[in-house]
């Protein structure tokens, strides 16, 4: 017996069929070898990136839409405030010049007009109806108003003279105990009130004078002026 054959080894293939398919055997387990090995290599180390260059798509135009503009609204007229101050004759001033200027043409309304006044009145409220009601008879009534509206009506106050009445000393003198709050005081005003208007396609104007009183309270009651009621339109205290 050969030493091949003492170290368990099959004899040599003669037969060259054998030899043949020995052969292929052998390839076919050194391919699959090859493609286990690459299938743990790809699993290692991920799919690798193409030979081919990539080129990026080419971004598009960009288009930039206008920003959308809500449709402006116009605004509704506004009555100016009445100035503030905590002198009276300034403060009586700045009522006297708000209560007399007025126009039909703004899309406004007597009632928007007292308002701008009321809201300067006595905190308290206690004038506050006289007071409405004192607004009232200086503007023209709704139905007036209609009737104006058609001219174009406006008007506004020149004043000329601003002072306490010595008549309001007196007053003063009369009251009770408590009945005047501190810092009450009287300031007459006289003016021109004038009125422009349309009348036959020909623009107007008229002036006439007038006086009247207001009466307002101040500091130490109130840091700033407050309004309390007006005299009758030309019945001022002198």
Do not use: M
């Given at each position: 017996m050969s030493g091949v054959h003492l170290l368990g080894m099959s004899p040599a293939p003669t037969d060259p069929r054998n030899r043949r398919r020995l052969v292929a055997l052998i390839a076919a387990g050194i391919i699959l070898l090859i493609l286990a090995g690459v299938g743990v290599y790809g699993l290692l180390t991920g799919p690798r990136n193409s030979t081919s260059p990539q080129?990026?798509?080419?971004?598009?135009?960009?288009?930039?839409?206008?920003?959308?503009?809500?449709?402006?609204?116009?605004?509704?007229?506004?009555?100016?405030?009445?100035?503030?101050?905590?002198?009276?004759?300034?403060?009586?001033?700045?009522?006297?010049?708000?209560?007399?200027?007025?126009?039909?043409?703004?899309?406004?309304?007597p009632l928007d007009y007292t308002s701008a006044i009321l809201a300067v009145g006595d905190p308290s409220g206690d004038e506050q109806a006289g007071l409405a009601s004192d607004v009232a008879a200086y503007l023209p009534t709704r139905d007036a108003w209609i009737e104006l509206r058609q001219y174009a009506t406006r008007q506004h106050l020149t004043i000329e003279a601003a002072y306490v009445p010595e008549a309001w000393a007196d007053a003063v003198a009369q009251a009770q105990p408590g009945q005047l709050?501190?810092?009450?005081?009287?300031?007459?005003?006289?003016?021109?009130?004038?009125?422009?208007?349309?009348?036959?396609?020909?623009?107007?104007?008229?002036?006439?004078?007038?006086?009247?009183?207001?009466?307002?309270?101040?500091?130490?009651?109130?840091?700033?002026?407050?309004?309390?009621?007006?005299?009758?339109l030309d019945n001022p205290l002198r």
């Open positions: 080129h990026d798509p080419q971004p598009g135009p960009v288009t930039t839409a206008p920003p959308k503009v809500a449709p402006s609204t116009p605004r509704p007229p506004r009555i100016p405030a009445v100035p503030r101050s905590a002198d009276p004759e300034i403060f009586a001033r700045g009522v006297a010049s708000a209560l007399f200027a007025w126009d039909t043409a703004s899309g406004l309304w709050a501190v810092g009450t005081t009287a300031i007459t005003i006289e003016g021109t009130r004038n009125r422009a208007g349309v009348w036959n396609g020909q623009p107007v104007t008229s002036e006439h004078p007038v006086a009247f009183t207001v009466f307002v309270v101040c500091a130490p009651t109130y840091p700033t002026c407050h309004l309390l009621r007006f005299s009758q």
